[in-house]
């Protein structure tokens, strides 16, 4: 639901509370890119001499772990892990992000770094976009932009929505509510953008990891924890699916 006309005050008076009070994470020390092997099993022996997989990461604070002490302990490193586990193959991982990246800076100054075709590309930004509140063409345009580009260097594409901002314990609740009803509008304009160009999309906005807001967040109550990093790797790879990272 909107918020009421007296309720937008409240809500720009709070955003320019954040402002000022709020000291974001920064990008944690640490390479930016990594080989992980799977673990040896009895069943299958060890699989790291297979090709590994090559994944990359392109976008905002999330992409660079920021609310970490090491970029090992972030979510790009973690969805590397799962990955690994998942395939029982060695995945080579890679990511280019910054803290306060939209979309269009992935577009236009961070995709172009990629080097090679990564097996798995993923497009990991949102909240930037919301919190600068860019119009849904904005948005629309710049997501598409990005995905025509990704499509052109990797096979298999991701794009993860939004974080949950709206639920920082940093912010005020007027502006929590007003900033999650910019994330509602924002999915369903990437999910229809996904479908259309026919590229995974997933929902993180709403994912519940079954974390308190304690563990939930880091010590800027703005960033995902270690522990929630972990959790929303997970999640983001149930959501692409088994198969397709199998066929990787």
């Known amino acids: ?118 097996d798995l590309l993923v497009l990991c930004a949102g909240s930037n976009d919301v919190m600068a509140r860019r119009s849904g063409s904005e948005w629309r345009e710049d997501l598409t932009a990005a995905i025509d580009e990704a499509t052109a260097l990797s096979d298999h594409v991701v794009v993860i929505s939004s974080g949950q901002v709206y639920r920082s314990p940093a912010l005020g609740s007027t502006l929590r509510r007003a900033i999650l009803d910019m994330t509602d509008a924002q999915t369903a304009i990437s999910r229809a953008v996904c479908a259309d160009r026919g590229v995974t999309f997933v929902d993180m906005t709403h994912h519940d990891t079954g974390l308190t807001d304690e563990e939930f967040w880091a010590y800027d109550r703005f960033h995902p924890s270690k522990r929630c990093y972990q959790l929303l790797a997970d999640g983001v790879l149930e959501q692409v699916g088994e198969a397709t990272l199998k066929s990787l």
């Open 1 to 118: 639901m909107a918020l009421q006309w007296w309720q937008r005050p409240i809500a720009l008076t709070e955003a320019l509370v954040a402002q000022h009070t709020v000291k974001l994470a920064p990008e944690p020390e640490g390479e930016r890119e990594g080989l992980v092997r799977p673990a040896r099993t009895d069943r299958t022996g060890e699989k790291g001499d297979a090709r590994p997989i090559t994944l990359v990461t392109v976008g905002d604070s999330l992409t660079v772990g920021c609310g970490v002490d090491r970029q090992s302990d972030g979510f790009v490193p973690d969805m590397a892990r799962s990955l690994a586990r998942i395939t029982g193959r060695p995945v080579r991982w890679q990511t280019f992000g910054k803290l306060g990246a939209t979309m269009r800076r992935a577009r236009f100054r961070l995709l172009p770094q990629v080097k090679g075709r990564p």
